[in-house]
């Protein structure tokens, strides 16, 4: 039996935790899916992209299982940005979390021995009028060290017009940042902002065609606008770790070993869900 792990900890808990929360640079000589340069770039401004994965016919498949997956969990009284940790639900995101190309690439950043965690839906429906405000992945995670990336899937196309993400170039050399809470009125998909984000670094859009990927780092200051087109954006976020972090609060009830070794056997390997 899985122990309980706390879905959303509250900020009081994370903070509370001590962590290691120090860029930790990717040192690989001899990458097999990234090349020398996107290594260099990842750990100059915290992210490579983008990255392509999954051809138009997959990543149409995907799209069309995420909409029935959406019509089915609005039904129940869901929304579009409400489907989380979903590789613990779902067969096929757990499919997606393992998949080995994907898998390959945050390797050459993490190393051999990888762990897959986190899944979550961010879709923008058109006009919906939710931003994601600037933040670092890191404040949300009771994770240590941070040697931690999400990948973010675009299923959609997304472009500055329907709120694709923006980085702050390098941001992540700064550590953890000061935030403050986020209020209601804000219509933030979170609850933390990072005021004055240009003090960190320049901004940078990251457009990506479905099917593609970016890599990021969980120290990289990053957000997105709201969508005021009429089109669509939705991914998928995928998040991993280095093996040998360390998750509090029964996080690591939500590791999947996708890569290497657990020799800690610290991370409980969680099995693909037998149905959708």
Not at 182 to 187: A, F, K, V
Not at 192 to 221: C, K
């Amino acid at each position: 039996m899985a122990k309980e792990f706390k879905m959303i900890p509250s900020d009081d808990e994370i903070q509370s935790l001590e962590r290691d929360l120090r860029f930790h640079a990717t040192e690989n000589d001899n990458p097999s899916w990234l090349t020398s340069d996107q290594i260099a770039d990842f750990n100059r401004t915290g992210y490579v992209a983008p990255i392509p994965i999954f051809d138009l016919n997959e990543i149409a498949d995907i799209r069309c299982y995420f909409d029935d997956l959406l019509d089915q969990v609005t039904a129940q009284g869901g929304n579009s940005y409400s489907i989380s940790s979903a590789h613990l639900k779902y067969g096929r995101v757990h499919d997606i979390l393992t998949n080995q190309r994907i898998v390959d690439h945050v390797a050459d950043l993490l190393g051999e021995n990888v762990i897959g965690w986190g899944s979550h839906f961010f879709c923008k429906m058109p006009r919906d009028g939710k931003a994601v405000a600037w933040h670092q992945d890191a404040s949300y995670w009771p994770l240590s060290p941070s040697k931690a990336v999400t990948v973010w899937l675009a299923i959609d196309d997304a472009d500055e017009q329907n709120a694709c993400m923006k980085f702050i170039a390098g941001s992540h050399h700064h550590g953890h940042m000061t935030y403050r809470p986020s209020g209601s009125h804000e219509d933030n998909v979170l609850n933390q902002t990072i005021e004055n984000p240009q003090q960190y670094g320049d901004t940078v859009f990251n457009p990506l065609a479905a099917g593609n990927v970016s890599i990021h780092s969980d120290l990289l200051l990053h957000g997105s606008e709201a969508n005021e087109s009429d089109r669509r954006r939705c991914a998928l976020t995928l998040r991993y770790c280095a093996a040998d972090v360390r998750a509090e609060l029964g996080w690591n009830e939500k590791g999947v070993q996708v890569r290497g070794k657990d020799e800690s056997g610290h991370w409980s390997n969680v099995p693909r869900p037998a149905t959708d």
